[in-house]
């Protein structure tokens, strides 16, 4: 019977493990913070940079007892940094290119895009806009000509091309707004996942689960029940797109997106 028992075992975790390869659920993940300490203290915000502080945080799964991640967040004081949105269906990079191409301080994946590497919604990119906008739905990441960053829902506050954007990136769905989570409809899958947020103090964060762990239900209790004070929060393109770089100096956190992306948020020092 013990036979039997660990053939069974060993069958459910090779059928476990081709799961995750065919999910694309096993992202190359590194977090170094210079000195001696490879890994950053969880629960604990370390500064990595003027106005930028990076955190880790092991969360559980609502929906699955037992099922948990390792959640890479940073936060940025926007009066340290700027903000941009990179664009390149033509030719879309890996999130190392991408950081090697924008000399950037941090990245993470924009939102969704189609089998052409064309954005699914409205991107506008150093002043250059494409595609159309979500309407009545999702949410937009958006930088006016005065440097003015927002993070807001599209239902409540709709596109108007008549604004002075220099740079936009849409999707869907806004997981918060005003600090409260939102209705959706969810296909209850767990995948990585991505999120930009805004906090009380104004603050924007990048959010990235790299594991298969949370749905989308999971990620909008977490994000309202966590301790970040989030007003608002949008879900990016996860699964095989998630991806986030934090690069400053000897501290970094690196997780690769499965596919070359033609869409990026971009955070520079001013």
Known sequence: MRLIRSFRHMCLLCISLLILASCDALPTITINLGGQTPTPTINTWTKVAPGVDVRTEVWKSPSSPGASDTVSIVRFDLHYVKVSVAYQPNQPLSMQDWMQKEQALAIINGGYFDGQDNATALVISNGQAFGASYQGFGGMLDVDAQGNVQLRSLRDQPYDPSEDLTQATQSTPMLLINGQRTQFNDNDQASPRSVVATDKQGRLLFIASPGVVFTLDDLAALLQNSD?????????????????????????????????????IVVKAK
């Open 228 to 264: 970040l004070g989030l007003v608002n929060a949008l879900n990016l393109d996860g699964g095989s797109s998630t991806g986030l770089y934090v690069n400053a100096g000897s501290q970094s956190i690196t997780i690769d997106s499965y596919v070359n992306l033609p869409l990026v």
